[in-house]
T-cell receptor, first 113, second 112 residues
């Protein structure tokens, strides 16, 4: 079947604008994760959704970042009032459960000018 | 806080050589350890997943071992090929957190 997909693949935005990044997980996967990969920091966990449980938001760097998952499937990561330090590749992953193998999407490269 | 370290940061080997990539982690309370490869400008491809109760996993020319008590894992690549050139990332799933903590990776170059 299809893997994890993300859109857009690239996004260039001006500082101060809001952006939305989308993730379509593998069908049937109950767990969904967002990570951020930047040159200086490596790969960092942002947020985790499992079924209908409250999400683990412990990795979100500021209150400008939020995410939702509608109907237990598609997820949207929103960054408000973007800053240059938000420039990174945002990766989404899904798995069939919280301790199972995670499958990653191709990522969205965000550039804030 | 879990920390994952990968050594070396970069490695260059001639084609055909066997090689070992190292990963260490500070907190042995993990659910599993997963090795990924990442090609430039691409996402992560899962290579091997080792559950905390397991000692090793094998897939083709790849073998990963896990010594949870000492906080170490190795990824062994046999008979390396130019197509193996990529960055290899080690990650652990912490007990009770379900998030992956990643090392900074080993960039492998296999020279034809």
């Amino acid at each position: 079947g299809a893997g994890v997909s993300q859109s857009p693949s690239n996004k260039v935005t001006e500082k101060g604008k809001d952006v939305e990044l989308r993730c379509d997980p593998i069908s049937g996967h109950t767990a969904l994760y967002w990570y951020r990969q930047s040159l200086g920091q490596g790969l960092e966990f942002l947020i985790y959704f499992q079924g209908n449980s409250a999400p683990d938001k412990s990795g979100l760097p500021s209150d400008r970042f939020s995410a939702e998952r509608t109907g237990g499937s598609v997820s949207t990561l929103t960054i408000q009032r973007t800053q240059q330090e938000d420039s990174a590749v945002y990766l989404c992953a899904s798995s069939s459960g919280p301790v199972y193998e995670q499958y990653f999407g191709p990522g969205t490269r965000l550039t804030v000018t | 806080k879990q920390e994952v370290t990968q050594i070396p940061a970069a490695l260059s080997v001639p084609e055909g050589e066997n090689l070992v990539l190292n990963c260490s982690f500070t907190d042995s309370a993990i659910y599993n350890l997963q090795w990924f490869r990442q090609d430039p400008g691409k996402g992560l491809t899962s290579l091997l997943l080792i559950q905390s109760s397991q000692r090793e996993q094998t897939s083709g020319r790849l073998n990963a071992s896990l010594d949870k008590s000492s906080g170490r894992s190795t990824l062994y690549i046999a008979a390396s090929q130019p197509g193996d050139s990529a960055t290899y990332l080690c990650s652990v799933t912490g007990a009770g957190s379900y998030q992956l903590t990643f090392g900074k990776g080993t960039k492998l170059s296999v020279i034809p």
